[in-house]
């Protein structure tokens, strides 16, 4: 980031235009656009276009790791490994929160929304991301304060600050 105004919502960061798979495409499809996109997880849509949950490239390796799962490859589709429902946040979502949501919940990416829609993905947030801001915000630009310093309800994001 080479300009003066650093990033400090999820907006600022998230990647646009996710590239979704459909639940129904196949294991070989879902793995062909992440290695295709360098990419480490896929947000999973229905036929209609709402997210149903997030494929990753570890569901993908442990799959190959399952004999049972590996055995049955060819009949399993995206919806039998993906994780539902998708972890979700909003474009105005402090960063701060953003980083302890996916801490919290063991997680590599978190899937953007519509404000006015919870089921349209916008955009993804990726621990990648949030390490490049890490890396290039200038250690004075760096807040004082921790995220720890931000308590978020389980249930519906929002902050309290300590």
């Known amino acids: 980031m080479t300009s003066a105004v650093q990033p400090t919502t999820v907006g600022d960061l998230m990647a646009l ?12 499809e879902a793995a062909e656009l992440l290695d295709r996109h360098h990419i480490s997880g896929l947000p999973v849509v229905d036929s209609s276009g709402s ?24 009949g399993l589709a995206v919806r039998h490994l993906m994780t ?15 980083a302890a949501k996916m801490d919290r919940q063991h ?14 993905p916008i955009g993804i947030l990726s621990m990648t991301d949030l390490v490049h801001a890490i890396a290039t ?5 760096k807040p004082a304060s921790s995220p720890d310093d931000v308590a978020t309800s ?9």
């Open 17 to 28: 235009d996710p590239i979704l798979v459909r639940a129904n495409a196949t294991l070989d």
């Open 51 to 74: 997210l149903v949950g997030v494929v990753s490239q570890t569901d993908l390796v442990r799959a190959r790791s399952t004999q049972y799962l590996w055995a049955n490859w060819p």
């Open 84 to 98: 539902a429902p998708a972890v979700t946040i909003h474009r105005s979502t402090p960063l701060a929160i953003a």
């Open 107 to 120: 997680i590599h990416r978190l899937v953007v929304v519509a404000d006015d829609d919870e089921t349209l």
């Open 137 to 141: 915000t200038p250690r004075s630009a």
């Open 154 to 162: 389980p249930d519906t994001g929002a902050s309290d600050a300590r």
